[in-house]
């Protein structure tokens, strides 16, 4: 049985690229019969809060958009999910494949090389070679590390269910990427590993910004003996300069769509975009149900232009 989720950060009010998604990976689930997560990324407890998780469990509902697991209970909020984190970490470390990283932010723009698909940057592997006594004397001078993962120098394919085949090199376009930040909290590319394994979450819908990460992930799958997800990238939601929607973007968050639109008439301007309907109509998530398959869904990304 297929078991997807929707994974929503609680650090401001969604907007249009999170609902497009969202109901992607509920179309996904609900046309194959399966189980639909909700899970809360609420990692960064900074920006994360309780107020917005609500708001997002309101949004969904309001949306029409329902979940069989997960929700606000401490088993489906990674805040509260630390000791599964540190047990993953510690199978990692007790087989060398983790060291701990000091640099700076602008040590490791030095050092590092750009990122082919989006201009972020590659970590060279600057700390992986200190010897002991040059890691204590860092840390003698009150620099906390990071800790980075280990990356092999081969190419990783993941098959996309939307966008195809997708291979990048682990080491020469990822990099030794970080698993615990220098303030403790693990990061995100540990946490979304290890609970969509134990979760059983085996189909993941997400946006085409996450593509880049995914043979990532597929590795660290591997290495922690999980069977990697099959993963489904949707297109990204463009302003209309052509730059992508954000949450800073007031006028495309769910505070100002709902008081413009109801619910079916958003479900189907997002279902036009995602080639499920010839045109905008009003329509409710269930009524795309039987009509859904990812051979409709576009590759390319969409500029989104609401209708007035």
């Not at 640099?103 to 970590?123: F, K, N, Q």
Request: net charge negative; aromatic share 8%.
């Amino acid at each position: 049985m297929v078991r997807g989720r929707f994974a929503p950060s609680p650090s401001g009010r969604m907007h249009l690229g999170n609902i497009f998604a969202a109901l992607l990976a509920w179309l996904d689930v609900r046309s194959a019969g399966g189980v639909m997560v909700l899970r809360i990324e609420d990692l960064d407890v900074d920006r994360c809060t309780r107020d917005y998780a609500e708001q997002i469990i309101d949004d969904l509902h309001w949306l029409g958009l329902d979940w069989d697991e997960g929700g606000l209970q401490d088993e489906y909020c990674q805040s509260r999910r630390t000791a599964h984190y540190a047990a993953a970490f510690d199978t990692l470390a007790g087989r060398g494949m983790v060291y701990p990283c000091f640099c700076t932010r602008a040590e490791r723009l030095a050092a590092s090389a750009p990122h082919r698909e989006d201009g972020s940057v590659v970590y060279g592997g600057r700390c992986r070679g200190l010897d002991e006594q040059q890691q204590q004397q860092l840390l003698a001078s009150g620099r906390r590390p990071a800790w980075r993962v280990i990356t092999p120098d081969e190419e990783w394919t993941v098959q996309d269910g939307n966008l195809g085949a997708y291979t990048l090199n682990l080491a020469q376009e990822q990099g030794d990427y970080i698993l615990r930040r220098s303030d403790g909290v693990y990061a995100y590319q540990l946490a979304v590993v290890v609970d969509d394994a134990l979760m059983g979450v085996d189909h993941v819908v997400r946006g085409r910004d996450l593509l880049s990460s995914a043979p990532c992930q597929a590795w660290l799958h591997r290495e922690l003996g999980y069977r990697p997800p099959q993963f489904f990238h949707v297109p990204l939601l463009l302003a209309g300069d052509g730059k992508r929607l954000s949450k800073r973007e007031r006028a495309l968050d769910m505070a100002a769509l709902r008081e413009r639109y109801t619910p079916e008439e958003l479900v189907g301007i997002l279902a036009g975009w995602a080639g499920l309907l010839p045109e905008p109509q009003t329509v409710r998530p269930a009524d795309l149900i039987a009509g859904f398959g990812w051979d409709r869904v576009p590759g390319e990304d969409i500029v989104a232009v609401l209708p007035e």
